[in-house]
């Protein structure tokens, strides 16, 4: 397992405490930094309101990628 492959296995958060960026795609799932380039996308949060089904795509950057963390 490469260092990267190791990072996407971290858990998801719940849809609800994702930020505006976050959930937008334009900062790191884990630790809200702004994205610019480097990032990875590592799944997608199922969620629902009412009828409606959301499906959130999440990504990492580099920050949370390295092997050192």
Same mark, same amino acid.
């Given at each position: ?12 958060? *719940? ?11 334009? +900062?790191?799932?884990? =630790?809200? !930094? ?12 199922? *969620? ?11 990504? +990492?950057?580099?920050? =949370?990628? !390295?092997?050192?963390?």
């Amino acid at each position: 397992m490469t260092a990267v492959d190791a990072r996407l296995t971290r858990p998801l958060p *719940d849809a609800g405490t994702l930020t505006w960026g976050q959930s937008q795609g334009r +900062a790191c799932i884990w =630790c809200r !930094r702004l994205l610019s380039h480097g990032a990875v996308m590592v799944g997608v949060i199922h *969620d629902q309101v009412g009828a409606h089904r959301l499906r959130t795509e999440v990504w +990492a950057g580099p920050c =949370c990628l !390295r092997s050192d963390q």
